[in-house]
């Protein structure tokens, strides 16, 4: 490079090729992106949606994101298709050729008009909005691509989390809701003649406008992770979804004890045949998470779940011979027996349930500050660190691999927050029972 030209030292020909190919390569993984984000369901969802509030804000933004971003990748496959015609156009290409090229590389030699879709919502590089074209290194380029399609992909994701969690929920919920209904309106349990019908006008009410809400203005019930640079970084709130639900499980335990209270001995045997079948069906759930996570965690100590109670069958079936016989001395207390048996029968099946896709819960939470090690580390311009990109790429494979090894994996993972640690001058993280000759720092 002992040439020099407006943009500084003329690249020699050894140069521009390497230049070209990565440059290529970067346009190839750009349009590979963006490729995948036009056809994100999320982002066809929020075309055709009626959105409102914050989400109808962010959308316009990002909607003229994406149109800029496409803007920018035609100017940077311009840009390319020049630089490699510049190149063609002889084996060994002239002084003039390369310093063409150098500048063309390397200088802000990108115009992009400033009219382009839109610098009407979404922000330009500079904060200077009305200008009638801008000029653009490929590499500012490149910059400017990837902080719109991170904003970008962070909104469509986020949208698309909170219609894909929280709809079926609130509808599952609705349907058990009318269930309760009817049952209630069966033992007399109305609006304004019982305390728990007035609760079921209510949950009712306010599921049906949380769907409404969560349909138009599904970024109103994100909550993005704390200290999460990657797009998509959180998860759905559903703090109103889970207060009906608590209030909806309430109501049915008050219709139970009316129930209880006014109905004769054959309604309390249909209630205990209900509340058994609830727990088979959630043991018999348990069962098939169990295969599930078997399939993806290798651990033993996935706990067995077993069978229904045939005990309580077998005492249900006394208990309607007991009706049947009319032997109401002896049926009373079997019933209120038989009634807290049922409901801790119930609350096993559901800690088996909760036991059982446990592992899935811890592999998603060293996942997570997997990720969240990886961003912190890439701020401080360490991504490129071989250690850590070596035990970064070990913790992620064995994370994402199935049957997922949780202690090896754990392992992994805090091998890699030690480096990470080290490297970064932070806290030393525990050793927790690391082999010795992993116990070393980067330069080791």
């Known amino acids: 490079m002992g040439v020099t030209g407006p943009a500084g030292p003329v690249m020699d020909r050894d140069e521009v090729d390497r230049a070209l190919a990565r440059l290529g390569a970067e346009h190839e993984a750009i349009e590979t992106s963006l490729l995948a984000l036009q056809d994100h369901a999320g982002r066809r969802l929020l075309e055709g949606a009626e959105l409102t509030g914050v989400t109808r804000e962010r959308w316009a933004s990002t909607e003229a994101s994406i149109t800029l971003l496409w803007t920018y990748f035609d100017a940077y496959s311009d840009a390319l298709r020049s630089a490699r015609d510049i190149r063609a156009r002889r084996r060994w290409s002239s002084r003039e050729d390369l310093a063409e090229l150098t500048e063309l590389l390397s200088g802000e030699a990108v115009t992009v008009a400033g009219s382009a879709a839109a610098t009407a919502n979404a922000p330009t590089l500079h904060g200077t909005p009305g200008k009638l074209s801008e000029r653009y290194s490929l590499a500012t380029l490149v910059d400017r691509m990837n902080e719109l399609y991170a904003t970008s992909l962070d909104m469509v994701v986020a949208a698309d989390a909170v219609w894909s969690a929280l709809p079926a929920r609130i509808d599952l919920l609705a349907a058990e809701l009318q269930r309760t209904r009817r ?122 779940v077993s069978g229904p109670p045939t005990a309580l069958q077998e005492q249900l079936a006394t208990a309607a011979e007991y009706r049947r016989q009319g032997q109401w001395h002896r049926l009373s207390p079997l019933l209120e027996s038989l009634e807290q048996k049922a409901e801790d029968e119930l609350l096993r099946a559901r800690e088996s349930l909760t036991a059982v896709t446990a592992p899935l819960a811890v592999r998603a939470e060293l996942r997570g500050r997997l990720d969240a090690y990886k ?70």
Do not use: N
């Open 375 to 444: 961003a912190k580390v890439a701020r401080h311009g360490f991504a490129e660190d071989t250690l850590l990109v070596e035990r970064y790429e070990k913790a992620r494979r064995m994370l994402w691999s199935a049957p997922c090894d949780l202690r090896a994996a754990e392992q992994a993972v805090l091998r890699y927050q030690r480096a990470a640690a080290e490297l970064l001058g932070g806290p030393r993280v525990p050793d927790q029972g690391l082999p010795e000759d992993d116990r070393r720092g980067p330069g080791a």
């Open 183 to 304: 049952l209630a309106h069966s033992v007399g349990v109305r609006p304004g003649e019982h305390p728990a019908g007035d609760d079921l006008e209510r949950i009712t009410r306010t599921l049906t406008k949380l769907r409404e809400q969560v349909i138009s203005d599904p970024l109103a019930f994100w909550q993005p992770a704390e200290g999460s640079s990657a797009p998509g970084g959180g998860r759905p709130d559903t703090t109103v979804y889970d207060r009906e639900a608590r209030a909806l499980e309430d109501v049915r335990r008050e219709i139970d004890a009316v129930l209880t209270v006014r109905q004769d001995a054959e309604k309390r045997i249909v209630a205990l045949r209900d509340v058994l079948s609830r727990a088979d069906r959630t043991l018999a759930e348990a069962r098939t998470a169990r295969g599930e996570v078997l399939a993806k965690i290798a651990a033993t100590e996935v706990p067995v």
